[in-house]
């Protein structure tokens, strides 16, 4: 065949619009490669082999041989930190007149702006109101309050990332924002933390000091080590407002407390009772559900408990035998896992209609330690298939046994003391001795009485108190409870009624559960640091039929007295009061805070204004213990609900879904996240807690194989980004450190990309008006719609709060769209004498717009190169990418081009099909020149258009277009791209068909080895036929085009070589 010449090929022509829609294709990605020598070519090719090394480590997991995350020892490497060394002063606006750094450093970039940030006042409302784009509209949030005690754990990182990037898209679209931060006074772990101080440094007690003397004690820790959290929350970027800024324990929660309480016991939803609660032994109080973990047991096993000189066994099931009075020889044997509480017993249940029994209905049996008599009760709620069939009723220490205990009149016994000891009722011989010591003493003493029949491993849920880790009790205490069926019901009527959404929408089912089956909710806690509970004892006075004593409520002592004096009929200065040296449950406080936090119960303008909350968006495991009780008692106290939507995100998890625990030592602190850290700080942290030896050698061994380097900086807007990747509507989220160093290459790839913008417009650069540019390049005008197109998906993703849609957008338009493809394609366009205006325009909108719709996300990194581009002369422009217009869908709308992105899809196409033949032929240095040639009109003009940038894309030489019918010259390899357009490479001359002919045939070999092997197992568990089939398709795929490969090259070695070749 004849040669075509270079010079016949036709230039490229732009204006054509093809109509026919060609279907969308996975976009290339190319790595940065201007044109030059052929010495610059092997730099450039030695470099994108290291790159596609790393990134090949870093998607397989960074892994080599225990396939985990820090397996390499090559897994990363330190980067160079580069600090910001002008003089700046908290406050003043960061310098910005210096060069970039020349690579992405988070250090760097993360310095000085927070400060000015705030000493700005941009994250208050009363600025946002001055902002050009003000739409008049607000939007509301409040942080769940952390505990004062705590450091952000990687869950409130969670929360920050996904509230803070809401907010600052909120606050630059113009709405009026408020975010209100705050923390929690953490009553148990803020005491414990306290007391444990106080013992370390000076040996003594609580109780050695008065409660005014404690309370002082505790005031002056939170001051000197109470605002580490705020810090943190400084960190990570949150744009909250400090000027208004909560502590659950300040004199405004305080009031709003004790108003709480009082309007409360007013309407009759407080009440005081001698009822079963969560008692911790260990800190001698009563703790809330959420503070107690339910530990599965599979059989024995062995416990360390506080105050136990010795390891407990757990899981066992005790069989004992009461005698039946009157019938010598006869007994009804009972499995228990307490045999501790035997003393407390007070009768034996069976079901009604269990035959083994029904002889024995209405018969006494003998207590086996005490001998007195016993009632053998039948009950409907007895599993007749569980043990033995009988059970033993101690309603003083069990709440289902407390139940049986009030449908058959039974009066409880109380047999186990505040302190874990048991008590007189048990007698001399085991008052005084530990629980788990009289469980011994217990079963010696049925075994010598011939009642003990044995014991076998029993799996069991075991409670335990999450502050303390002792066993929980369940004791008869006088305490406050509040009334929840009644407000209950109104939650889960409001959520019924579409008054209250949730999202994702599943977590309606546990709402509408737990408020069903809700019960009272009691808020008395035996502490001194926390509100103390406004009711005082009236002493002397009986109330009528509870045996409770007087009890009377005010907001101070002169109202409770007034109470007092109306209630028995006596002055009230003669009457002495006592008031309740209890405190209220951490979480009643806690309840209040969207309404307390705004001023409640005065009206002040900020609660006028931002009430109801616009949102309240938390961690799923807090939808009961939180947003449930914010509901029940925001609407109760306001009349409003607290909030009209709740976004719930899921747990964070380890990369290998297991729950993060120190015990497995796979925590990870978002400080190490950010700044990095040493294996051997990590190790240093471990044994600085609270692990006993065999779970702290199991902690740091895990340390050592997940994070053998340590863990890499990777920076703050690494981490947001990442988290907010994950979104909040799927399952839980699996967080790797490798998937954040992912993300700080990202922001090092914006960055680098955002140097070659700053150097392309220089110096005299002047924007152009966004809505005044229309270009006349087929990649100027892609671009732009594919930007265009990312801020209308991150208009819709803000609006659905879907942020991981955010993330992938933004993600794929700056890597894919602007860097791997735009970027590249125009540096030639950048090399043509005089230089065109339009791609300048095109990249300012490109990294202006960009940032923007980056900032909620990364505000760091986004504020940094912002503040480095041109402003328009005139125009005056937001002195903050924090405050500066996000970029609607509605603004970019007349760049939006769908039909030519649609036609772009092919050109990809034709790129990667130019891709695969150069690696099929290992072209990896050589510009092969290439043909094109299409039977349709619509389609060769398309190419037409953007012949320059295909060659480009694809590392080859000049892209021409074969008229249709024209010859194909020789020694170039023909493949077909549609059935209407063939594409055709130069080989000859670049490929050595001898040398490559092997290489292929052992390439081939090596893939029909894998053919064979796959067609010979047997499918893996979970794959399915279709997987396994596309598993063969894509190998015999790739045999066929090897074939073809070789072929062309032995067709190769028969053509004659001609003489000389045009360049």
């Known amino acids: 065949m004849p040669h075509v010449p270079l010079a016949s090929f036709r230039l490229p022509l732009w204006g054509l619009r093809p109509s026919a829609a060609f279907p969308r294709i996975r976009p290339v990605s190319t790595q940065p490669e201007p044109h030059g020598s052929s010495i610059s070519r092997r730099n450039r090719e030695a470099k994108q082999k290291r790159l596609r090394e790393r990134q090949a480590a870093l998607e397989a997991g960074i892994t080599r041989k225990d396939k985990s995350p820090a397996g390499s020892s090559k897994a990363w490497a330190p980067k160079e930190k580069v600090l910001y060394e002008i003089p700046t002063e908290p406050g003043e606006k960061k310098d910005v007149s210096s060069p970039l750094p020349p690579a992405y450093s988070p250090q760097y970039v993360e310095a000085s702006w927070y400060s000015w940030w705030v000493r700005e006042g941009f994250f208050k409302p009363e600025y946002q109101v001055r902002l ?474 900020d609660l006028t204004r931002f009430y109801p909350l616009s949102l309240l968006e938390t961690g799923s495991d807090l939808l009961l213990f939180w947003v449930g009780r914010m509901v029940m008692l925001g609407t109760q106290l306001t009349g409003k609900l607290p909030f009209n939507k709740v976004l719930l995100h899921s747990m964070v998890r380890d990369r290998q879904g297991r729950k993060m625990s120190k015990s497995l030592g796979n925590v990870l602190d978002p400080r190490d996240l950010i700044t990095g850290t040493e294996l051997q700080v990590l190790q240093e942290k471990l044994k600085n807690g609270n692990l006993d030896p065999t779970e702290l050698a199991v902690a740091a061994a895990a340390q050592r194989k997940d994070f053998p380097h340590g863990i890499p900086e990777c920076g703050t807007d690494a981490l947001r980004f990442t988290l907010c990747s994950h979104g909040a509507m799927g399952g839980d989220l699996n967080l790797s450190v490798s998937e954040v160093l992912n993300s700080r290459h990202f922001c090092n790839k914006i960055w680098n990309a955002l140097r070659f913008i700053l150097n392309v417009l220089g110096e005299k650069f002047v924007p152009q008006p966004a809505e005044e540019l229309c270009p006349s390049s087929p990649m100027d005008a892609w671009v732009l719609s594919r930007l265009a197109f990312t801020a209308r998906e991150c208009e819709r993703g803000f609006l659905t709060q879907e942020l991981s849609l955010i993330t992938h957008t933004l993600h794929h338009f700056w890597l894919h769209n602007l860097c791997d493809i735009y970027l590249e394609a125009v540096k030639p366009v950048l090399a043509h004498t005089p230089r065109p205006s339009e791609p300048a325009q095109v990249l300012f909108s490109c990294a202006d717009v960009g940032l923007r719709l980056l900032a909620p996300l990364m505000p760091f990194l986004a504020e940094e190169l912002w503040q480095r581009l041109p402003t328009r002369p005139g125009c005056p422009s937001a002195p903050s990418i924090c405050v500066a217009p996000y970029p609607s869908a509605h603004s970019l709308e007349h760049w939006r081009q769908p039909e030519l992105e649609q036609c772009f899809s092919r050109v990809q196409e034709t790129v990667q099909a130019l891709r695969a033949l150069r690696a099929t032929y290992q072209l990896t240095k050589a510009r092969p020149r290439v043909l094109l040639q299409s039977s349709e009109l619509g389609e060769q003009a398309l190419l037409e258009s953007f012949l320059e940038p295909l060659g480009t894309l694809a590392h080859c030489g000049a892209v021409g277009l074969l008229p249709p019918g024209s010859a194909v010259p020789s020694g170039w390899v023909q493949a077909p791209l549609s059935d209407t357009t063939q594409i055709f490479m130069e080989l000859q001359g670049l490929v050595d068909p001898q040398t490559h002919l092997p290489l292929l045939a052992a390439r081939r070999h090596k893939l029909q080895k894998q053919l064979e092997g796959l067609i010979a197992q047997t499918p893996s568990q979970g794959e399915t036929d279709t997987q396994r089939q596309q598993r063969l398709s894509s190998l015999q795929l790739e045999l066929l085009k090897l074939d073809k490969a070789a072929s062309h090259l032995r067709q190769l070695m028969e053509e004659p070589q001609p003489q000389s070749s045009e360049s």
């Open 132 to 605: 050009p784009q003000a739409t008049g509209e607000t939007f509301s949030m409040c942080i769940p309050p952390p505990n004062v005690t705590g450091s952000l754990h990687i869950g409130h990182a969670l929360t920050v990332a996904i509230q803070d990037a809401l907010v600052r898209w909120h606050r630059m679209r113009g709405d009026q924002v408020l975010w209100v931060p705050g923390s929690d006074h953490a009553g148990i772990a803020t005491q414990a933390v306290v007391e444990k101080q106080l013992w370390k440094e000076r040996g003594v007690r609580r109780h050695d000091l008065s409660r005014e003397a404690f309370l002082k004690e505790v005031w002056k820790w939170k001051e000197e080590k109470g605002g580490e959290i705020c810090e943190q929350l400084r960190m990570l970027g949150a744009s909250l407002d400090w000027d208004r800024e909560c502590f659950t324990m300040d004199a405004g929660s305080s009031v709003a407390v004790t108003e709480a309480f009082v309007r409360l016991y007013k309407e009759g939803l407080l009440y005081r009772n001698r009822q079963l609660v969560n008692w911790s032994c260990a800190l001698r109080s009563a703790i809330s559900d959420i503070e107690v973990e339910s530990r599965p047991l599979s059989g024995r096993t062995e416990l360390r408990v506080p105050g136990c000189p010795t390891p407990v066994p757990f899981g066992l099931l005790i069989s004992v035998a009461f005698p039946v009075d009157g019938e010598p020889g006869e007994e009804v044997v009972v499995g228990t896992t307490r045999p501790e509480t035997l003393p407390g017993d007070v009768a034996v249940a069976v079901h009604p209609d269990d035959s083994r029994y029904t002889h024995l209905h209405g018969r006494q049996l003998r207590h086996p330690l005490t001998g007195q008599f016993l009632p053998l009760i039948t009950d409907s709620a007895v599993q007749p298939h569980v043990g033995t069939g009988a059970v033993k009723v101690t309603p003083a220490h069990s709440p289902a046994d407390a139940e049986m205990g009030t449908r058959h009149g039974l009066s409880p016994l109380s047999v186990i003391a505040e302190d874990g000891t048991m008590t007189s009722v048990c007698g001399d011989w085991l008052q005084g001795v530990h629980r788990f010591v009289a469980r011994e003493k217990v079963m010696s003493a049925l075994s010598e009485r011939g009642l003990f029949r044995g014991l076998q491993s029993h799996p069991m849920v075991l409670p335990i108190c999450s502050r303390s880790g002792d066993v929980i009790e369940y004791l008869l205490k006088s305490q406050w409870f509040v009334r929840c069926r009644e407000m209950g019901d109104q939650a889960a009527t409001a959520m019924e009624s579409g008054a209250l959404e949730f999202q994702p929408p599943f977590h309606q089912k546990n709402w509408q559960r737990w408020f069903s089956h809700i019960g009272d909710w009691c808020v008395s806690r035996q502490l001194w640091w926390g509100h103390r509970i406004p009711a005082y004892l009236v002493v002397e006075e009986q109330a009528e039929g509870d045996g409770e004593g007087c009890w009377v409520v005010g907001r101070s002592e002169a109202e409770a007295r007034q109470a007092a004096a109306e209630l028995t009929g006596r002055p009230g200065a003669e009457l002495t009061l006592e008031r309740d040296p209890d405190v209220l449950d951490t979480w009643f406080s806690s309840a209040l805070f969207p309404f307390s936090s705004l001023g409640w119960p005065r009206e002040t303008p």
